[in-house]
């Protein structure tokens, strides 16, 4: 039976107000019910934009000027409002904490249902909580939880409804490896079981490769094709044009020599077609273990820090007991774990945004607890893991020099301008950050951060949203400042960048520290990994499937097990993470 449409656009153009710029240009799309569709594209190819136009956001609520025609369900969504879409339609924004209204989640979760009258909302709240697994946050106040939480929390509330179209603008952004998976694999029960069209904003393309269907490619607003996900995985060239990495085993078996149209595209795919190019493994020499802390400079610690809040019930619910911990000069930390784990409170700690309720924190050589944080925020950045919390003027440029033209610095400008071109903003610097796509606040957030010239620079998930350019200028920039910074440290999901840049791994899991080492140590601890709702970089699984031991962390650590050694691999772009370990 030949599928039918359930969402479809013809010839739409689309600009808003305050532009002549033409957001969508030319598109036309079909989106057959029962897909499961990503749309991938750059930061700032329109891809927020066009599935605005699916639940009638635009015209409906975003001004400017639409042409070419919209419907969902054949009906033209001009002729409708959102609150009748929002039935059919549902979206969870890349802005999620927008859509939370409610003071509970529990209250949250079943406020849709209920503000249309069905006499059942408990029950689609109940089912809602239960399928993602928030019963036990249920009577939190959504103030008290963490960014992943909030996240899982905005899309139960969208669960609730049971529309028959859920679009997700950047499902994983703010989960931990463990709970992003669970997320797809709800996605794809809810695709699979009950019908229901599922459209997702992704820029991580193995759980497009593991999950999707179809993707779209977008890029300066238009639609460059629609294809098979397969079809779309394998099409390196077009991805890497566009900023899109190909999911891990695609790329590297592009590097071992693989014809585009023959590359594997997900993990078992991977184990197949590398199971006969990689012989018998055998154990293999690793590299001596650099000197340890204690031949190094203290940067930060903690002495027995103990921190929490009193709830409205006049109770306290700690996030930390008793926590010790000491960073050092020259390393780059990466903070990981669970949603909630405590990683964004204890980088707020050591610039004392966050004050513990026992223990003494140091920072740069101050004492935190006898120091402001304006005083502390000229040797520590601590750059916000909402980029929005970054802007304070109307305009990038003011927000970079803000700090330097504070303290009346005569490098000011030239800095900003460094910075601007670091991060691709010279032509961005002259909007405000509130009204730029995800990627572009994560750019900019970086820079205006970054402007303070710290000696401690914490990061909290800084590849968040990111195309691979933003992302590997990320990167780029934090080995650029090596002289400048002495220590990052980063809380983060992202296990591909723990295994390609971190040279220690903090795990925390219910304010506790589980462990603390170099990350090969914890990948093939597999137990804790699980307790503590983390996941294996894909070439780290791929690694054990074949054998491989010690697993091999990245593309240039597995490509020598190849027969013949493979061919050299230059990541793309030509900027890469240094292999430090």
């Known amino acids: ?213 179809s993707a779209v490619l977008m890029d300066a607003g238009t639609v460059k094709w629609k294809k098979p996900v397969a079809d779309a995985m394998r099409s390196i060239k077009d991805l890497q044009h566009h900023n899109i990495l190909p999911p891990p085993v695609t790329r590297l078996a592009e590097a071992a020599g693989a014809e585009e149209s023959d590359v594997p595209i997900t993990l078992e795919e991977g184990a197949n077609w590398f199971s006969s190019r990689v012989p018998a493994a055998s154990p293999r020499h690793i590299a001596p273990v650099p000197p340890g802390a204690s031949e190094k400079t203290k940067i930060a610690s903690f002495d027995r820090v103990t921190q929490g809040y009193k709830t409205v019930q006049k109770t306290f619910k700690w996030v930390f007991e008793e926590l010790s911990l000491s960073f050092y000069e020259g390393e780059r930390i990466a903070l990981v774990g669970g949603n909630g784990a405590g990683k964004s409170s204890l980088l707020k700690m050591l610039t004392g945004i966050l004050r513990p309720r026992k223990g003494n924190i140091t920072a740069a050589g101050q ?67 509130r009204l730029l796509s995800g990627g572009q606040q994560r750019r900019a957030s970086l820079a205006i951060g970054l402007g303070t010239q710290p000696s401690l620079l914490l990061l909290d998930e800084p590849t968040s949203s990111l195309d691979i350019n933003s992302r590997e200028e990320v990167a780029r920039l934090l080995h650029e400042l090596k002289e400048h910074v002495k220590t990052v440290v980063i809380a983060t999901h992202d296990m591909d960048l723990v295994a390609e840049w971190a040279s220690r791994v903090i795990v925390l899991n219910e304010g506790t520290v589980e462990y603390d080492g170099g ?40 490509l020598p097990f190849v027969k013949g050694g493979g061919p050299r691999y230059e990541p793309y772009p030509a900027v890469a993470f240094e292999n430090q370990r």
């Open 367 to 433: 004492p935190v607890a006898r120091t402001s944080p304006e005083k502390i925020a000229e040797q520590v950045t601590y750059i916000y893991q909402n980029p929005e919390e970054m802007f304070i003027a109307d305009n990038i440029r003011a927000d970079i020099e803000y700090f330097l033209k504070a303290r009346k610095s005569p490098e000011a400008a030239a800095y900003a301008d460094e910075l601007c071109r670091l991060f691709s903003l010279e032509d961005l610097q002259d909007k405000d950050g």
């Open 1 to 213: 039976m030949k599928p039918s449409p359930i969402i479809e656009l013809e010839h739409v153009n689309f600009s808003y107000p305050s532009s002549v710029k033409r957001v969508l240009q030319d598109v036309s799309l079909t989106v057959n019910r029962g897909d499961f569709l990503a749309v991938i594209g750059g930061n700032g190819s329109g891809k927020t934009t066009l599935c605005k136009t699916f639940n009638g956001l635009i015209p409906h609520y975003y001004n400017g000027a639409l042409e070419g025609a919209v419907r969902i369900n054949g009906e033209a969504t001009e002729d409708t409002n959102t609150a009748l879409l929002s039935k059919t339609v549902g979206y969870v924004y890349q802005d999620f904490e927008s859509q939370l209204v409610r003071p509970r989640v529990l209250d949250e979760v079943r406020f849709a249902p209920l503000n249309y009258g069905w006499p059942d909302y408990k029950e689609r709240g109940d089912e809602a909580l239960d399928m993602l697994g928030l019963n036990p946050i249920k009577n939190e106040f959504i103030w008290q939880l963490s960014g992943g939480q909030k996240h899982l929390t905005a899309l139960a509330s969208v669960l609730s409804l049971q529309p028959e179209v859920i679009i997700v603008d950047e499902p994983v952004a703010q989960l931990d490896p463990v709970h992003a998976r669970d997320i797809y694999h709800t996605l794809q029960y809810l695709n699979r079981e009950h019908g229901i069209t599922i459209i997702v904003i992704e820029h991580h393309t193995e759980f497009i490769a593991e999950f999707a269907q």
């Open 519 to 558: 990350p090969r140590g914890l990948f093939s601890r597999h137990e804790l990994m699980r307790r503590c709702s983390l996941h294996p970089p894909q070439i780290v699984r791929l690694s054990e499937k074949l054998g491989i031991q010690p697993s091999a962390l990245d593309i240039q650590e597995f």
